[in-house]
């Protein structure tokens, strides 16, 4: 087993109840799932349709599954049955997608609109623009839908600076949607945040924070 159970509890501390933390648990085996899962976290996130499938078979059920990842809308009906939140939905197409899938399964799924902060980062999401193109639109039309908020990843770099300026731009989107209404949405969860650069992310109003690495050790990844 490979869980940092300190850095675990530290971090529950440090958040309280105002912040919900995901354990992203994308390429780490089911033993580390559970074993985190036996001290009590209920909320994971996966980046990947297969590899998710495979673990909501193997684990307990009661367990909130997040799909964080980049997601292809010929790959929603998979995980649609189960799926807790959807928080990376990054396109209209996909967003009616899910709302068909859902609709199937005779449920609703929630999902974060994920919006493109990052802006020199070949990232996925809604620009500033096409945001409040959907948000004009009429989303009661996403009938299996609830709306819960938004999501963004900040660039990969040490430049803390910038990092902090796309967490405020993404905030204050967040509080320029946050009253939009439609029958079937609750706009009220901010997902900002990974191991890197949770602190400021937190310090910027997020109050949904997506942590891997601290909590499972590192995956490949390099910053610029
Ligand atoms: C992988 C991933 C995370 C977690 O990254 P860490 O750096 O391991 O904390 C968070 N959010 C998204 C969207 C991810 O793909």
Redesign the pocket.
């Known amino acids: 087993m490979s869980i940092n159970l300190k850095k675990y509890k530290k971090l529950l501390a440090e958040f309280g109840s105002d912040i919900k933390l995901i354990a ?1 648990s ?1 390429t780490k085996p089911a033993e580390d799932i559970k074993a985190m899962y036996d001290l009590g976290q209920k909320d994971f ?1 996966e ?1 990947y349709v297969q590899e998710l499938v495979d673990k909501y078979e193997a684990l307990p059920k009661d367990i909130q599954w997040h799909f ?2 980049h997601l292809q809308t010929n790959k929603v009906k998979y995980i649609a049955p189960f799926v807790s939140m959807i ?2 939905v990054d396109s209209k197409k996909l967003l009616a997608e899910i709302n068909k899938q859902a609709k199937k399964n005779n449920r609703t799924i929630d999902c974060l609109i994920q919006v493109h902060i990052a802006i020199e980062e070949s990232k996925f999401g809604f620009d500033e623009k096409e945001l409040s193109e959907l948000f004009e639109n009429d989303l009661s039309t996403y009938a299996n839908i609830k709306i819960c908020g938004l ?1 963004g ?1 900040a660039s990969f770099t040490y430049d803390t600076k910038k990092v902090r300026n796309e967490f405020k731009f993404l905030k204050s989107l967040f509080i320029k949607y946050a009253s939009f209404s439609a029958p079937n949405s609750a706009f009220s969860i901010l997902s900002m945040g ?3 650069d949770y602190e400021i992310a937190v310090e910027e109003g997020s109050n949904m924070v ?5 909590l499972f050790g590192e ?1 490949e ?1 390099k910053k610029t």
Not at 210 to 214: M, P, Q, T, V, Y
């Open positions: 992203v994308k996130g980046n964080i990842g928080q990376s999501m990843m990974m191991s890197s997506r942590i891997g690495s601290l995956r990844n």
